[in-house]
Structures are given as C-alpha cells and as structure tokens.
C-alpha cells in the first residue's frame, strides 16, 4: 500500500467548532506539538483574514520545523474575474506557505443554488485558480467540497471538477464529505469509482461526522486507494466535529497495517491529544478510542484478573502502543521513567529517590484538579524542586487584595503583597502595593515592583494568556478553580498552572510559578539552547500592539 498522508485541519476547519478559539502563539504550540507527533501537513488557515491569522502566519514563517509543512487555505477564484485580479489568490500566491489547498464546488446543487454560476464557469475557476498558483510556483491541493453528496447527484459532473483541478496542475484532489451525512459503504464505493475513473489523480478524504462515521468514512477511503486523511485533533469541528485524526492514526497503523508514524512517535498519541485539549481549555474525552483517560481501564473483577493474566483478553490493543496506560490512569507525566526523561531533557539531576516521590506529588496533585499537560514550568518546577538544588525567588509573608466598586461604576482593585528575597545569606522583606484594572494584574503589578528590582530580567516577562476552568470534581469537596497562565519573553512561550478554590488564590500561585520558571529561563542557557543542545526555534516576538493587547488580556479578565 502507498504511503498515507497525514493532513491536519485543527487551526482552520476545528476552529469552526462552538467554544473552539486559539491564540497565534497557541496556534504555534499546536504546529510545534504536531510537527513533533509527524504530521506531515498542517493547515493553517487563509493567510491574511483578519489581524491574528496574519500575526500567525508570521510566526510561523519563522519557526522552523522539522517535518510539517504549513498549508495555506483559501477559495477558488471569484466568478467573472481573472485569477490575478482575485485578492484572495493573491494572498495564497504571496504567502510563505510552500502548499496551498483551494476549496471549489463539485456539486451541481451548489454551483447553481449557492455560487450561482454556469457549470462550466465553476470548472473554469477550479483550473484557472489552480493554474494561477502553480505558476506562482505552489504545490497545489484542490478539496472537491460537498464531493460526496455532488457525486450522487450528478457524477459525471463532480468527476470534471476533478479533471480540471488535476489539468491544471493540482498534485491531489481531496475528496469532501462537507455535511457529514454519508456512509461508510457509499464512501468505499465512490472513492474506488473514482479511482478507477481517474487512476493517475492522487486522492485525499476529509470527513464530518453528522452521522457518526466521519472517522469510519476516512479509513474506508483509504482501502479503496485514498493516500491522505484529513482530520483535526480530538475530531474538533463545526456540529459533531471532523474526522478524529488521533483515532485515525492510531487505526491506520495498528488495525490496517498503515505505517504513519514511528513507534515512539506513536506512543506520543496520548500526550499530544491531551495537550491540545489543554490549550483550548477543554476537559479531554475520558472515553476517546486509544487516548481517553478510560480507555484501558478495567474495573475489579473479571476484566482486572482476566488482563493481569493475558491483557489480550480484554484489550485491543497494547496501551503504551499508543502513550496510554492501563487501569485507571493517573497521567502521561507521572510514571517514573517519563518523568526521569522529562529531568533528564532539561538538565536536572534527580537524586536516588527523588523521581518515585516526585511521582506520588503529582498524582496527589492530579488528584486535586491540577494538569500539567500544558503546564510544562509548573511541571519543570517541580523536578527542579525535587532536585534540592532550587531557590525559590522569594518567600511569601502574605498577599492582601481589595476591589472597590464605585456608584459610578468603576472598579478599583489596589494588592499588597510582603515578601522576603534572598539577599547574600539573609533574607530582605518587601512590602509593595499596586493597582490594577483587575485583582490579578494588581498582584502582578505588585510582585513585579518588589522583585523587579532584583531581579531585572523579569522585566521581559509578559503573561500573554490567562485560562479559568471550574472543576466540578463531584467528591463532596465542591468545586476548584484552575487557572492556566501562558508568559514568554519573547522568545519562548511556557504554562504554568494553579488550582484552588479561591480564584484569586489559584491565580496567585500559577503567577508566581510564570515569573519563577522566567528565571529558570533567563539564568540557564535555555533562552538559546534548546534540549538536548539542539538550537531551540527562535519564536518571532509579537508586534507592539498585539503584545499591549495581550498584556491587558489577563488582567481584563480578572
Ligand atoms: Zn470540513
């Protein structure tokens, strides 16, 4: 079988899903994670719609990756113009992304109902936007939308949007169930039909899953001779999603024999998928296929016995296969050889011993609502804790916070905060106040006055985003809040997490952690070197009025 392309959607088509939003800076993380995992295409979206795609594609352009390519995403050309005088080709034309998929119409349906154009006006636009970009020097993907339910209607047609993209250079047609309404058998059937109609066009599928089998509908097209599968993270999407692409990846190569990834790139299925659920502030699925928390989880019994004597019995698959664990799974991080590799990447030695309690600190922790999936300077931290050779920045006397509404409606919200730094072998108390337009700017405001001065680098630390999640842990210990806070100093982006039930509280401590690993981050090389030596991506720096709109961020939203 030809080798299958992994295509991910998640930045464009999953962000169309209710609740779904991302910074540029995330939308960065996501790309780094996923060209990690191996992905071998990321859509990025269309290259200039609105400030923060054009902020992204600026990142972007700067990162360098070691595997994935960045897909810019845009429309076919407008009708009754030429495809150089359409600004959207332009922008696709003029953008640093190497690909660029063009959606046009392969439904006869849509061509006279929604574009309202002649037939052969839309086969038209399909081959002269495709020839305009490949002479702009693009690899060209062309997704046939609405392919399936067009194919039905009208084949014939739908097969001639297909020939003009491939005439006119496209590399591969990617054939669309945009509604999401079909079956597996008529997917089968439809793409072996094409194929066999077209056996010199390379195939792609992308799925929706309003009738439940977006990723059934993905894998039945690679048996009848697709070789790219589109899909987004976590099957994120507009109405019931996309295609799953974890599930997806972890079918093709333990079910069907479809090498997409390594081994050990494999096993890192669980943790990216977690991640990304991280960033856009969603609880992952506990029940998804392969990755969810549940997945192998066996409760007293029967199963229990039956997987302690031959796992086959009641598993389908080997869990680490997949960077799952049996049982009820407390988390990627806490077993003690990850997080022995997790020290090890960031030059902390852990003493005999320390690796085991460290453990056990973090499934107490998880236990008490906190991740540190995305929480990689809280989670360094901690190693760093456990490693006995870490100083903390300061040491805590108390913080005091008060908000003050006022009749004409303004609040007013003042923090002071007493601390001790570590001076020469003593300590020096600090007591400093500040304002804020919110109680978690304030205290910023204030920790930053008192430590600034000693520690001047912090000056460089920004929190570009601020997360709340309230965790209804249903223990009769009522709800805890958990804060995520993301800083950079431009260079590099880090999470650091608090959990409490006090919102204030929890924010305090996730604060803290942001400013502690920022000086972790400007003490060690690792500014300039990344783990293992290797030269970290440098991370383009914001411009000036996105990084004052961030800064205002946190504090705007407490
Ligand atoms: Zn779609």
């Not at 970009?133 to 739908?158: I, N, Q, S, T, W």
């Not at 999407?237 to 024999?257: C, P």
């Not at 570590?422 to 337009?437: F, K, L, S, V």
């Not at 990344?530 to 411009?543: A, E, I, L, Y």
Request: glycine residues 10%.
């Amino acid at each position: 079988m030809a080798r299958v392309q992994l295509y991910d959607a998640t930045l464009r088509d999953g962000m169309g899903g209710v609740g779904m939003s991302l910074t540029a800076a995330e939308k960065l993380r996501v790309v780094q994670r996923l060209d990690e995992l191996g992905v071998d295409l990321i859509e990025a979206g269309f290259p200039a719609s609105n400030p923060k795609e054009r902020e992204l594609f600026a990142l972007l352009e700067q990162a360098r990756l070691r595997h994935a390519q960045i897909v810019a995403f845009g429309m076919t050309r407008r009708r009754g113009c030429s495809a150089d005088q359409d600004d959207g080709l332009r922008v696709l034309a003029e953008s640093f992304a190497p690909v660029c998929t063009l959606v046009g119409k392969s439904s006869t349906l849509q061509v006279q109902k929604v574009l309202r154009v002649s037939k052969r006006e839309n086969l038209a636009m399909i081959g002269e936007s495709v020839s305009f970009l490949r002479a702009a020097g693009k690899r060209v993907l062309f997704d046939a939308e609405h392919f399936f339910d067009g194919y039905r209607a009208d084949a014939d047609y739908a097969l001639q949007t297909l020939r003009a993209a491939r005439d006119a250079g496209c590399e591969r047609a990617v054939l669309c169930d945009t509604n999401g309404g079909s079956l597996p058998g008529e997917v089968g059937r439809i793409v072996a039909a094409v194929r066999r109609e077209l056996p010199d066009l390379a195939l792609g599928i992308h799925t929706h899953n309003d009738s439940g089998c977006a990723v059934a509908n993905a894998l039945v097209a690679v048996e009848a001779g697709a070789t790219q599968v589109q899909g987004t993270v976590n099957g994120i999407g507009e109405r019931t999603g996309n295609a799953n692409l974890i599930t997806i990846i972890a079918d093709l190569q333990l079910k069907m024999g479809v090498k997409v990834l390594s081994a050990s790139r494999l096993a890192r299925l669980t943790e990216t998928a977690h991640y990304i659920d991280e960033l856009l502030n969603r609880a992952p699925n506990p029940n998804q296929p392969y990755v969810g928390r549940h997945a192998f989880a066996h409760k007293a019994g029967m199963h229990a016995s039956g997987v302690r004597s031959d796992p086959a019995t009641f598993e389908h698959v080997d869990p680490a296969s997949v960077g799952n664990q049996r049982e009820l799974v407390v988390s990627e991080l806490s077993g003690r050889a990850t997080l022995l590799a997790r020290a090890a990447e960031a030059g902390i030695e852990l003493p005999e011993g320390a690796a085991a309690r460290a453990a056990d600190q973090i499934k107490e922790l998880e236990h008490a609502g906190y991740q540190f999936e995305a929480a990689d300077g809280s989670f360094e931290l901690l190693l760093r804790q456990r490693s006995g050779r870490y100083r903390p920045l300061f040491r805590l006397e108390s913080w005091r916070v008060i908000v003050e509404k006022r009749a004409e409606g303004r609040a007013q919200t003042e923090a002071t905060i007493k601390i001790w730094v570590p001076d020469g072998e003593g300590e020096r108390r600090y007591i400093q106040t500040a304002e804020g337009n919110g109680p978690v700017n304030a205290l910023d405001n204030a920790l930053r006055a008192a430590i600034g001065a000693v520690h001047p680098q912090l000056r460089d630390v920004e929190l570009v985003n601020y997360k709340v999640r309230i965790l209804d842990e249903s223990k009769g210990t009522g709800a805890v809040t958990r804060v995520l806070i993301d800083a950079s100093d431009g260079h590099r982006v880090w999470g650091t997490i608090g959990v409490s039930e006090n919102l204030i509280s929890a924010s305090w401590e996730a604060l803290v952690d942001s400013l502690e690993y920022g000086m972790v981050v400007a003490e060690s090389s690792l500014g300039h070197r990344g783990r293992n030596g290797r030269p970290r991506r440098p991370v383009k720096t914001m411009p000036a009025a996105a990084r004052a709109r961030r800064r205002a961020r946190p504090s705007e939203a407490i």
